[in-house]
């Protein structure tokens, strides 16, 4: 399992990123995958989480309504629209899936958000 992420970067309070991850290694159509983040000294939080084919979504609090999950199972790819970014979504973001009982992480992404 191999999940890349990319998409990160700095970016002004009330600005715009998107997010993906591309993913190899598994059936990735069968898959629910998920966004974390990781703010220094805190721990890893869901912050999104999309079905296989993509027909239900989950979000947490903090980003209903600004952020959302997305997938392409033909490019194996799941991406996270980020939009209305606030200082407090400064994180590294990871994508993950869980195949055969176990989570598997790509090395996240940065996402700086300052003026």
């Known amino acids: 399992v191999q999940l890349v992420e990319s998409g990160g970067g700095l970016v002004q309070p009330g600005g715009s990123l998107r997010l993906s991850c591309a993913a190899s290694?598994?059936?990735?159509?069968?898959?629910?995958m998920s966004w974390y983040r990781q703010a220094p000294g805190k721990e890893r939080e869901l912050v999104a989480a999309?079905?296989?084919?993509?027909?239900?979504?989950n979000y947490a609090d903090s980003v209903k309504g600004r952020f959302t999950i997305s997938r392409d199972n033909a490019k194996n790819t799941v991406y996270l629209q980020m939009n209305g970014l606030k200082p407090k979504d400064t994180a590294v973001y990871y994508c993950?899936?869980?195949?055969?009982?176990?989570?598997?992480w790509g090395k996240g992404t940065q996402v700086t958000v300052s003026s």
């Open positions: 993950k899936v869980r195949f055969n009982g176990v989570n598997n």
């Open positions: 999309i079905t296989s084919a993509g027909g239900l979504t």
């Open positions: 290694g598994f059936t990735f159509s069968r898959y629910i």
